[in-house]
């Protein structure tokens, strides 16, 4: 998917992990569970940062390698992604105080 958020520039494509849907569905269901408008909150927030990680990828700072890490607002989520080219992989969406241990293992 290629987006122009403005500015004249196109915004990175974006590709996505198989497995970042179930990240997502786990959290939003999470946060369902205890407010719908919490939950539509959170939705928000990860579209938000998804669409600034799109314009700005460098940005976010490298956590591993060529892995950088750009936190959600308002919720101890982040977002890994990788920057080559014109591309922009989501590698996953993860609670900041979960085991990191397999937080580097993905790949698109």
Known sequence: M?????????ADIRRFHPLVADDLAAAVGYYDELSTD????FRDAV????????E???SYGCIHEQIRAAMTLRFPYVVLI???????AILGVFHAASDQAGWFDRAV
Not at 2 to 10: A, D, E, L
Not at 47 to 54: F, N
């Open 38 to 41: 919490l939950g539509n909150r």
């Open 82 to 88: 990788e920057h080559r080219e014109n591309t922009v």
């Open 56 to 58: 700005f990828p460098e």
């Open 2 to 10: 290629t987006k122009n958020y403005g500015g004249g520039s196109m």
């Open 47 to 54: 579209r938000d940062r998804l669409e600034s990680i799109s």
